[in-house]
């Protein structure tokens, strides 16, 4: 139980495109969903908390412009990188979590923006 | 300020020893704690919780809170060297709404 899948696991783009991330909850509904991003070899970052149906909340610094986040239902979280610049580059993965506190991750999305 | 502390390591561990993991948080009133296993280039994959003071044990992984100082341990018993990874430590803060507090993550090699 507790799968989350993510889509694409990566993806190259040029400079100034925009990029679509799914993240899905397989077997649960997810009440809330959470996106990361790491850089190599460094910690996780939050960069937003989604609830279905309403508003994410970013983390301060996060530009929730650049970074668009849906959660369109309980099973669906969508995190659009509206025109990628290099900088963008990173591995960003989403988590959900049912009733508990614990957070179950995707497998993460390595985005190359060239 | 919300807190939680780990030793980045990297911790060498020999095959078949214990190996222990350690972290320590800010808020007294934290309720809720959990390891988390990362393998280089891949995502977090849940690996124990605990909520309460004591131990608690699955499999060769034993999870250890002691709430009174603060600090979660993980320990990993006959120690493999599919073992070797980064261990984040993560804690729920009573009012961070759903989100965890991460640790920075110990790095732990397991030497054959």
């Known amino acids: 139980g507790a799968v989350v899948s993510q889509h694409p696991s990566r993806v190259i783009c040029k400079s100034g495109t925009s990029v679509k991330i799914e993240c899905r909850s397989l077997?649960?509904?997810?009440?809330?969903m959470f996106w990361y991003r790491q850089f190599p070899k460094q910690s996780l970052m939050l960069m937003a908390t989604?609830?279905?149906?309403?508003?994410?909340?970013?983390e301060q610094g996060v530009e929730k412009d650049k970074f668009l986040i849906n959660h369109a239902s309980l099973t669906l979280s969508t995190l659009t990188v509206t025109s990628a610049h290099p900088e963008d580059s990173s591995f960003y993965i989403c988590?959900?979590?049912?009733?508990?506190?614990?957070?179950?991750f995707g497998p993460g999305t390595r985005l190359t923006v060239t | 300020q919300k807190e939680v502390e780990q030793n980045s390591g990297p911790l060498s561990v020999p095959e078949g020893a214990i190996a222990s993991l350690n972290c320590t948080y800010s808020?007294?009133?934290?309720?809720?704690f959990f390891w988390y296993r990362q393998y280089s280039g891949k995502s977090p994959e849940l690996i124990m919780s605990?909520?309460s003071n004591g131990d608690k044990e699955d499999g060769r992984f034993t999870a250890q809170l002691n709430k009174a100082s603060q600090y979660v341990s993980l320990l990993i018993r006959d120690s493999q060297p599919s073992d070797s990874a980064t261990y984040l430590c993560?804690?729920?803060?009573?009012?961070?709404?759903?989100?965890?507090?991460w640790g920075a993550g110990t790095k732990l090699i397991i030497k054959p």
């Open positions: 808020d007294r009133g934290s309720q809720s």
């Open positions: 989604s609830n279905e149906g309403s508003k994410a909340t970013y």
């Open positions: 077997d649960f509904q997810a009440t809330t």
């Open positions: 988590s959900a979590r049912d009733e508990g506190y614990e957070q179950y």
């Open positions: 993560a804690v729920h803060f009573m009012d961070s709404n759903y989100q965890l507090i």
């Open positions: 605990i909520y």
